[in-house]
């Protein structure tokens, strides 16, 4: 069965600090995908990224940046400088197919404080 | 485009009651998931539907139902409601029909229900 692992329940870092939010995932799937959702504190999951699982390549976007390494079975996700707007619950989570729908397996999320 | 609208935003219920949310998915969406989110089992997926079907169902009980309208609408409902199930319901979007995570799920505000 698919599972998504983020072991960091919660991290707190002083802003300007850089950050690594680690997410290792299982499944038998050959072609899959993978999120990162950032949920403020108002709830609603805002989308990061997707990748799927043919392409490695890393990714920047300003001050995040992300790694995909399939033989770890990893998709970490790093804030670069970060900053007290970062603050917010982070969740990794993997698209699965099933029957043909579309379904998230989320991670537990991990808390991010950044403290002024 | 609008974004992916849930109402209402909150609900209070009383234990035994039953109760209906509203979820419109982005223009153009077809397929619609609904999520829970509660702090003991974090986002576990509910059900998808797509073109007025239901494709997957998660390891929810039959009190949980939902459907889907021709213009794509959704609405979940939960009857005999228990305490545990105050959460935060998540409905997403999403443009494809079969497996294809490439345009993404994109997630409302959520409805938090509250049952007492």
Same mark, same amino acid.
């Given at each position: 069965a698919q599972k998504v692992t983020q072991a960091q329940t919660e991290i707190s870092v002083v802003e300007k600090e850089d950050v690594t939010l680690d997410c290792v995932y299982e499944t038998r799937d050959t072609t899959y995908y993978l999120f990162w959702y950032k949920q403020p504190p108002s709830g609603e999951l805002v989308f990061l990224i997707r990748r799927n699982s043919f392409d490695e390549q890393n990714e920047i976007s300003g001050r995040y940046s992300w790694n995909f390494q399939k033989s770890t079975s990893s998709f970490n996700f790093t804030i670069t $400088? @970060? /900053?007290?707007?970062?603050s917010a619950v982070y969740f990794c989570a993997l698209g699965e197919a099933s029957q043909g729908a579309q379904k998230l397996v989320f991670g537990q999320g991990t808390r991010l404080t950044i403290n002024p | 485009k609008a974004g992916v609208t849930q109402t209402p935003r909150y609900l209070i219920k009383t234990r035994g009651q039953q109760v209906t949310l509203s979820c419109s998915p982005i223009s153009g969406h077809r397929s619609v998931s609904w999520y829970q989110q509660t702090p003991g089992q974090g986002l576990q997926f509910l059900f998808e539907y797509f073109s007025e079907t239901q494709r997957n169902k998660g390891n =929810?009980? +039959?009190r949980f139902s939902g459907r889907q309208f021709s213009n794509s609408r959704s609405e979940m409902n939960v009857s005999t409601?228990?305490? +545990?199930? &105050?959460a935060l319901y998540l409905c997403a979007s999403s443009p /494809? +029909? $079969?497996?294809? =995570? &490439? @345009?993404g799920q994109f997630f409302g505000p959520g409805t938090r229900l509250t049952v007492l």
């Open positions: $400088a @970060s /900053q007290v707007v970062d | =929810f009980p +039959g409601l228990e305490l +545990g199930d &105050s /494809q +029909g $079969a497996y294809d =995570f &490439s @345009s």
